[in-house]
C-alpha cells in the first residue's frame, strides 16, 4: 500500500518528537521561526483570543510551572539561538514578562530544522487545538474565520490535507461542530 503524504508527514512529526531533548533556554535566545512568524502576521490571531489575566500575579514558580504545561517545541541555530515552532501561548506569555528574561525557559529541542511544511503542521496542530478546546471566543463567524485564514488557498477547510492530518476524525462540518458543541448553522466554511 503506497502511504499518502499525510501519513508520510505525521511519520516525519513523530520521528522529530521521539529524538526531542529537554533544555533550558534564556528567554532572550528564543523568537519566532520564520514559518511561524510568517503565518502570524497573515492573521490577527491575537483577536481570536479571549481577555487574558492580569500577569503581575503569577509568581516565577507559577510562570515556569505554564511553561512545563504548554512548551515551547523549536529547533536551535547554528548560534544557539532557539526558534519557534509551537508554544506560541507560552512565547506569549513570555514576551509579556519582559522582566524574566534572564530567567531560563524548559523547552522541548527538535534534533534539526523541520522543512518548511512540517513547521507549519506542528505550529497549526498547536494553534488549531488550543484555540478551538481552549482559548477562543467561540462564536461561529470567528471561527469560521480563523479556519479559513489558517487553512487558506484548500477548496474546503476539512477536506485540506493539513486539517486530516491533524483532525483525521473530524470529515465533516457536522462533525466539527458536534466536537465543539455547537451548531451547524453559525459555521461557514
Known amino acids: 500500500m503506497i502511504k499518502d503524504n499525510v501519513e508520510i508527514k505525521l511519520e516525519k512529526i513523530d520521528d522529530l518528537l521521539e529524538k526531542c531533548t529537554f533544555e533550558s533556554i534564556f528567554a532572550e535566545n528564543i523568537s519566532l521561526e520564520k ?71 524548559p523547552c522541548l529541542i527538535l534534533p534539526k530544522r523541520p522543512s518548511p511544511d512540517l513547521r507549519r503542521l506542528i505550529f497549526l496542530n498547536d494553534i488549531v487545538r488550543l484555540l478551538l478546546k481552549q482559548y477562543l471566543n467561540a462564536s461561529g463567524p470567528s471561527i469560521s474565520e480563523l479556519l479559513v485564514c489558517l487553512f487558506k488557498g484548500h477548496e474546503s477547510v476539512i477536506n485540506s490535507s493539513e486539517w486530516r492530518a491533524l483532525f483525521p476524525s473530524i470529515k ?3 462533525e466539527l461542530c458536534k466536537w465543539l458543541k455547537i451548531s451547524t448553522k453559525v459555521i461557514k466554511l
Open 35 to 105: 514559518t511561524t512568524s510568517n503565518l502570524i502576521s497573515n492573521i490577527n490571531l491575537l483577536s481570536f483570543l479571549k481577555p487574558s489575566s492580569n500577569d503581575s500575579f503569577d509568581t516565577i514558580t507559577t510562570w515556569k510551572l505554564d511553561a512545563y504545561q504548554a512548551p515551547i517545541i523549536g529547533y536551535k541555530t547554528d548560534n544557539e539561538k532557539l526558534k519557534l515552532v509551537s508554544g506560541l501561548f507560552t512565547y506569549h506569555k513570555i514576551c509579556r514578562l519582559k522582566a524574566q528574561s534572564n530567567e531560563l525557559i
Open 172 to 174: 465533516t462540518k457536522t
